[in-house]
């Protein structure tokens, strides 16, 4: 009788706690704009195929040429994509802010096995979500749910290369600092002023001049130790006008 109490109370507890990281994976997908559009059933879907894992930061989620079978969505944290050259330094691409996917597909169809084409590490303690990419396709994507979201999710990794290629083949130095005190303002006050040289491989020196000459002219002021803006259609202007770039 005593025995048969334990067993009642274990598959209790076990039951409690399967309870408990169902709810909180129904509230990650809920805060997740990808998965806006679900209904309740579905949701249910996405968390039977799911799974959250936490991260510590500078740790390594994947490298170059790994291949997976998840597709991963940063829930919290912060992530950088890099790529290492032949010279075995390494190359800054960009960052993934929380609320984003983080796999990077060329395309919606035969997403079961994902190749990954650079590496990725947490700059912060992270959270993630990780789904099963072939039941996803099964259950999602051929019933054509959640197809427009993942087009949007790939035509936006191609903008994000389009500014790749601006800053490392078509920017200078000053424009490659305007763009991403527009696109990425947060990020530049975040950082060190030697990691932002790094991303925007330019000296250390030369950022530094870029910043006074702006703000010698008015274009951006320093406030309680971060940059403000004072005109953005001139910082826009400045990488606007090189390589004909607009930016959106």
């Given at each position: 009788?005593?025995?048969k109490?334990?067993l009642?109370l274990?598959?209790?507890?076990?039951?409690?706690?399967i309870?408990?990281?169902?709810?909180?994976?129904?509230?990650i997908?809920?805060?997740?704009?990808f998965?806006?559009?679900?209904?309740?059933?579905?949701?249910?879907?996405?968390?039977?195929?799911?799974?959250?894992?936490?991260?510590?930061k500078?740790?390594?989620?994947?490298?170059?040429s790994?291949?997976?079978?998840?597709?991963?969505?940063?829930?919290?944290?912060?992530?950088?994509?890099?790529?290492?050259d032949?010279?075995?330094?390494k190359?800054?691409?960009?960052?993934?802010h929380?609320?984003s996917?983080i796999t990077?597909l060329?395309s919606i169809?035969?997403?079961?096995i994902?190749?990954?084409f650079?590496n990725?590490?947490?700059?912060?303690?992270?959270?993630?979500?990780?789904?099963?990419?072939?039941?996803?396709?099964?259950?999602?994507?051929s019933k054509?749910i959640?197809?427009?979201?993942?087009?949007?999710?790939?035509?936006?990794?191609?903008?994000?290369?389009?500014?790749?290629?601006?800053?490392?083949?078509?920017?200078?130095?000053?424009?490659?600092?305007?763009?991403?005190?527009i696109?990425d303002?947060?990020?530049?006050?975040?950082?060190?002023?030697?990691?932002?040289?790094?991303?925007?491989n330019?000296?250390?020196?030369?950022?530094?001049?870029?910043?006074?000459?702006?703000m010698?002219?008015?274009?951006?002021n320093?406030?309680?130790?971060?940059?403000?803006?004072?005109n953005?259609?001139?910082?826009?202007?400045?990488f606007?006008?090189?390589g004909?770039?607009?930016?959106?």
């Amino acid at each position: 009788m005593y025995d048969k109490e334990i067993l009642n109370l274990f598959l209790y507890n076990i039951q409690l706690k399967i309870k408990r990281l169902n709810l909180s994976i129904r509230e990650i997908i809920r805060k997740i704009s990808f998965f806006n559009h679900l209904n309740n059933d579905q949701i249910e879907l996405i968390i039977s195929i799911s799974k959250v894992i936490k991260h510590h930061k500078k740790s390594i989620l994947y490298h170059e040429s790994f291949t997976s079978k998840h597709l991963l969505f940063l829930v919290k944290g912060l992530v950088e994509i890099y790529k290492i050259d032949k010279f075995n330094r390494k190359a800054f691409l960009y960052h993934i802010h929380e609320n984003s996917m983080i796999t990077e597909l060329s395309s919606i169809k035969n997403n079961r096995i994902i190749n990954c084409f650079s590496n990725a590490k947490f700059l912060e303690d992270s959270i993630v979500l990780y789904i099963d990419s072939e039941k996803f396709q099964e259950l999602f994507l051929s019933k054509n749910i959640l197809t427009e979201e993942l087009i949007e999710v790939i035509l936006k990794k191609n903008y994000q290369l389009h500014h790749i290629v601006n800053r490392e083949l078509v920017f200078d130095a000053t424009a490659k600092v305007a763009f991403m005190l527009i696109d990425d303002l947060k990020m530049f006050n975040k950082l060190k002023r030697v990691d932002i040289s790094f991303m925007l491989n330019i000296q250390p020196e030369t950022l530094s001049r870029v910043l006074k000459s702006l703000m010698r002219k008015g274009i951006i002021n320093i406030k309680k130790g971060e940059i403000v803006i004072e005109n953005k259609e001139d910082l826009i202007s400045i990488f606007n006008k090189v390589g004909d770039t607009k930016y959106n």
